[in-house]
């Protein structure tokens, strides 16, 4: 019959434990190369959805053509959230919607907020008739 028990673990050597300090500047250069690549991404998809500076080293007109398929896919929702807006905006749609996304300076929050926001855009030109006001609660109990 054979010994079924795991071996211990081996010890680690002197010079690993020796060297936690390394391993500890280590870590913080790897935080700081993390901060770096997060503020380099946000550069980028400001200049994709916000219109921000090209970040060096990237191609304009690719960035040009990701920047509009991204409004492409925006407008696309919107369009299916708030049908109203679309109608409004009517065959002038992907050029309105274009000129309200570089009208921005920050991405929208979520394509709902995109969608109302838009459709406010639209009413502030006077391409949108104002919403019917909401009756009051208490209007259901009247005969």
Not at 56 to 79: C, H, N, T, Y
Request: charge should be positive.
């Amino acid at each position: 019959m054979t010994d079924r028990r795991p071996s211990p673990a081996p010890e680690a050597p002197a010079a690993v434990t020796a060297d936690v300090p390394s391993a500890v500047a280590g870590a913080e250069g790897l935080g700081a190369a993390r901060r770096r690549l997060a503020e380099a991404q946000g550069q980028v998809v400001a200049a994709l959805v916000a219109g921000a500076e090209l970040p060096q080293g990237f191609d304009p007109e690719r960035m040009r053509v990701q920047a509009s398929s991204l409004v492409a896919k925006r407008r696309g929702i919107v369009a299916r959230i708030r049908p109203d807006a679309a109608a409004a905006a009517g065959s002038d749609l992907p050029a309105e919607f274009a000129a309200y996304a570089r009208s921005r300076s920050e991405p929208p929050l979520s394509y709902r907020t995109d969608a109302d926001d838009f459709a406010a855009w639209l009413r502030e030109r006077g391409r949108m008739p104002d919403p019917p006001p909401k009756p009051h609660w208490w209007s259901r109990f009247l005969p």
